[in-house]
């Protein structure tokens, strides 16, 4: 399985740099790994204009085809595990296996929680152009965002807060129950971004699918914890190969 190339999706206001102690295990152990800065983080360029889920997607494609990569072993974490369900959905053939961590695909944010959000996010612009929030609209919209559980939003520049709303309208949960490809699901037990019952829900709805938990790990397990991460991936890989 080693002969497989894996690729790295980062979550939001994340980076390759972050992944950079999962990406040293991995190729400690032989395998050979990709992980791009994902439009508007780290060192890439800011988009011009607010992008949606399908505009990462065709950024993956393109960025296999110009590192000539036929198929991959896809790891996505957080916001980068969105883009991995779309693509394994949308270009199975591209895709060996699918590793998802931290990954909302089964909306853990309530409909209703996210139009509150984007009325929120539209209706506190205004309120805080007045005098009397000015002073306070920092610190007011890092509650009201925590309150609505996107706090991703915040300190980002106004093509990626588009770009955020965008991405948080987009229902996945259709798409689980049609991907086909071995898929694992590795959660820190303590995640409270992306709670371990969103898993074990996605669980359920991909049919080729399990579910590894790694405890005393949180959100950032790929880079907190990437020895238990990579024995996690290597044991699933492991038995998807005896499966071949």
């Not at 080693?2 to 950079?20: C, M, R, T």
């Amino acid at each position: 399985m080693k002969d497989i190339p894996i690729l790295i999706l980062h979550g939001w206001n994340l980076s390759a740099e972050k992944f950079e102690p999962l990406q040293i295990e991995f190729r400690k152990r032989g395998y050979k790994v990709y992980c791009p800065d994902l439009p508007g983080f780290g060192k890439s360029e800011f988009p011009e204009k607010p992008l949606f889920l399908v505009d990462y997607v065709n950024f993956i494609k393109d960025f296999l085809s110009k590192n000539k990569l036929d198929k991959v072993i896809i790891i996505g974490h957080s916001f980068g595990g969105r883009i991995s369900i779309k693509m394994t959905y949308k270009k199975p053939n591209l895709v060996q296996s699918l590793i998802l961590t931290g990954a909302p695909g089964a909306m853990p944010i309530p409909k209703c929680k996210v139009v509150f959000f984007i009325l929120l996010a539209k209706v506190g612009k205004e309120v805080f152009k007045l005098p009397f929030f000015k002073f306070f609209q920092d610190k007011a919209r890092i509650f009201l965002y925590k309150i609505a559980r996107a706090s991703d939003y915040y300190n980002t520049d106004e093509k990626m807060q588009e770009t955020f709303k965008n991405i948080v309208r987009e229902n996945l949960e259709p798409s689980l129950s049609k991907i086909n490809v071995p898929t694992l699901l590795l959660w820190g037990r303590e995640d409270k971004i992306i709670p371990l019952w969103v898993a074990e829900k996605m669980n359920k709805l991909i049919k080729n699918s399990s579910l590894s938990i790694i405890n005393d790990a949180r959100h950032g397990a790929p880079w907190t914890h990437p020895k238990e991460f990579v024995n996690e991936v290597e044991k699933f890989l492991e038995k998807v190969k005896r499966a071949d």
